[in-house]
């Protein structure tokens, strides 16, 4: 005798809750609050940008009215501009030598002052002091005097016996003394680095010491591993950072990008050209080909990112 099986009882379809609109006070009330930071952006981000777009399509010199002549501020500063390419070429080795540099030495001290020891909070403020100067005008000038012929770097050579050269005006050295100004700047960083020691499991390193592992092969397999996504973020924002470059530049070089344009930093050339020279409409192309430039490096980044930065939660996704 066949027994039949009736088919279990389905569930009926659940409908999905109905969003509740915000009321309407509430949402003039979040416009309201929100209206000082759309102005702000409106008024000092999007629109200027706007009008140095339009501005990179014109022949204007902040005396007159522009003159609309398309395409050719590009095409001069791609085919027709030497000197351009040759501020391209300082600002890549500047940011090259001097990022690496920075996150080296940010991530040394960082796991240097992991460590619990006595007065490490003082060293943590001591190490993050010169990033609160950051790029500052003062700054650059007792950069500008230590590296100066009779500096107290000098001083101190002489103690050795070595005499020294002003290095600031010398064309072979005066970008090596912007990229250890900017790789001293390394306290941002490091406080980023050391959050994220912070949160690496302890019993990892623990087990790791069961093992045998020494301190080079724990750094190798677990540290930098699971630190990567801060490495990734550190790198992204010092790359910007360090592409950005100018105040330093223009105070040691006194605004002229010397010597025989050793330091002649992109940013540096744009001020220029657009403020010495009043070629506002070349400068604005400059700007947005400086822009694009910039997104591209960016996207690139993190285009790589999933070859080398490993998250906690990849697994779970």
């Not at 088919?7 to 003039?28: F, L, Q, S, V």
């Not at 009779?150 to 290095?167: D, K, V």
């Amino acid at each position: 005798m066949a027994v039949t099986t009736s088919p279990a009882p389905t569930a009926p379809p659940r409908t999905p809750p109905k969003r509740r609109k915000p009321p309407r006070r509430e949402a003039i009330a979040g416009y309201v609050f929100m209206s000082p930071w759309l102005l702000g952006l409106l008024a000092i981000t999007a629109i200027p940008m706007l009008y140095s777009l339009y501005l990179s399509f014109t022949d204007f010199d902040l005396l007159g009215s522009p003159d609309w002549v398309g395409f050719a501020n590009y095409k001069r500063m791609f085919t027709g501009d030497p000197q351009y390419w040759h501020a391209v070429v300082v600002t890549v080795l500047f940011a090259v030598i001097s990022v690496p540099l920075k996150l080296a030495a940010a991530l040394g001290v960082a796991l240097l002052l992991n460590r619990k020891r006595r007065g490490t909070g003082i060293f943590r403020a001591l190490f993050y002091l010169p990033s609160l100067l950051g790029s500052s005008v003062a700054l650059a000038i007792v950069w500008q005097a230590m590296f100066g012929g009779s500096g107290a770097f000098n001083a101190f050579l002489r103690i050795f016996g070595i005499h020294g050269e002003p290095w600031v005006n010398d064309p072979n050295t005066a970008l090596g003394t912007l990229v250890l100004l900017a790789v001293w700047q390394f306290g941002a960083p490091m406080v980023i680095f050391l959050a994220g020691l912070k949160q690496i499991p302890q019993d990892l390193y623990e087990a790791a010491d069961v093992d045998g592992a020494g301190r080079l092969r724990q750094l190798v397999n677990i540290t930098l591993p699971i630190l990567s996504p801060v490495i990734f973020f550190n790198l992204v924002l010092e790359l910007i950072h360090g592409f950005q470059g100018f105040t330093a530049a223009f105070v040691i070089s006194n605004g002229t990008g010397g010597p025989t344009d050793s330091t002649m930093l992109y940013t540096l050339y744009l001020y220029l050209r657009g403020f010495g020279d009043f070629q506002m409409g070349y400068a604005s192309a400059m700007a947005w080909v400086f822009v694009l430039a910039i997104g591209l490096l960016t996207a690139i980044i993190f285009s790589t990112g999933r070859m080398w930065v490993h998250y906690s939660d990849a697994g779970e996704q």
